[in-house]
């Protein structure tokens, strides 16, 4: 799915209901030179996706608690 959205390496690309990252860290990997914003409005959600990225060392990837509305 995500070489069908074929992103450019540099791209700003918004995860919206991110979760645990599935989605986020494919994106990642397409976009190094770009960045993601992996939204989602469950703080449990994105303290998994935290420690997942430190984990992976990953750079490009920024969580952030989206709002229900």
Known sequence: MVEGINLST???????????????FRIAEAVPKGRVYAVDVQPEMLEILRKRIERRAITNVTPVLGAED
Not at 10 to 24: L, N, Q, S
């Open 10 to 24: 540099d791209a700003i690309v918004a995860d919206i209901g991110a979760g645990t990252g599935y989605f986020t």
